[in-house]
């Protein structure tokens, strides 16, 4: 098979400023994909998209909160335009948490829903009719160990979240598989990112508890994103693929 096998695709990564969705992009740029990186913070947003282009690969960038649900519908509109189609959108955007479970405040717990969740759900329902009309789509949605075993490390709020994840993921698959869309989910487990490294677990020994003796790293997460966002997955919707090091054995 052709190396660039996501040429000509145009995939969207939320967040891809730094950390997985940097990887995610650089990723499906090195396969031929357009790629278009969101962020809240423009300055690391642009240095991405530079690399991404010298070294040959074509990426634009926009600015984009996830949880402006106001201006969701136009910014997702405005990032059409930019390639004239969107054919891969991938859900990273997110914050973690690791506020104990009897002090986690109704504040904390809405902000961690409108980040995590509801713009998820938002976002991809935007997406969801530009891929209708296009016959196609590939959505992929980051999740997390956590909302299959329950916030170990990250909090109850954070692991509620990402289990509401999985679950909109297969809404989507169902209702998307008449038009070509499918949609699956990402399981990451303990990553060491700059936002893995401010939870507990980033302090222990990985020998000492995870079956294949290291932590993962953001292109472990890329490598799964790719598969899910080209053609290779084109009979597999509604899965999630867990990516631990078999910490969930």
């Keep these: 098979m052709d190396h660039m096998f996501m040429r000509d695709k145009v995939a969207v990564v939320t967040g891809s400023g730094r950390g997985i969705g940097e990887a995610i992009a650089r990723r499906l740029a090195e396969f031929g994909a357009k790629v278009v990186i969101t962020d809240i913070n423009m300055e690391t947003a642009q240095r991405v998209v530079d690399d991404i282009i010298a070294q040959g690969g074509q990426a634009k960038c926009v600015l984009f909160n996830v949880a402006d649900f106001d201006h969701i519908k136009e910014k997702v509109e405005?990032?059409?335009?930019?390639?004239?189609r969107i054919d891969v959108w991938v859900n990273n955007a997110g914050i973690t948490g690791s506020t104990p479970i009897e002090e986690i405040s109704l504040e904390s717990w809405d902000k961690m829903m409108n980040i995590d969740l509801k713009a998820m759900f938002f976002c991809t329902q935007a997406v969801f009719a530009i891929m209708k009309e296009q016959n196609y789509g590939k959505l992929v949605h980051m999740s997390s160990l956590a909302a299959l075993r329950g916030g170990r490390s990250s909090d109850?709020?954070?692991?509620?979240?990402?289990?509401?994840?999985?679950n909109l993921s297969k809404c989507f698959a169902l209702h998307g598989a008449?038009?070509?869309?499918?949609?699956?989910?990402v399981c990451p487990g303990n990553i060491l990112t700059p936002m893995g490294k401010t939870l507990s677990w980033s302090q222990k020994n990985p020998k000492t508890y995870i079956p294949l003796g290291r932590?993962?790293?953001?292109?472990?997460?890329?490598?799964?994103?790719?598969?899910?966002?080209?053609?290779?997955?084109?009979?597999?919707?509604?899965?999630?693929?867990?990516?631990?090091?078999?910490?969930?054995?």
């Design 215 to 249: 932590y993962g790293t953001a292109e472990d997460i890329a490598n799964a994103v790719l598969f899910y966002a080209s053609d290779l997955s084109s009979y597999v919707t509604g899965d999630a693929m867990n990516i631990n090091g078999g910490l969930y054995m």
């Design 156 to 166: 109850a709020s954070y692991a509620a979240a990402k289990a509401g994840i999985l």
């Design 78 to 84: 405005e990032i059409k335009g930019l390639f004239g």
């Design 178 to 185: 008449a038009y070509n869309i499918t949609s699956n989910a």
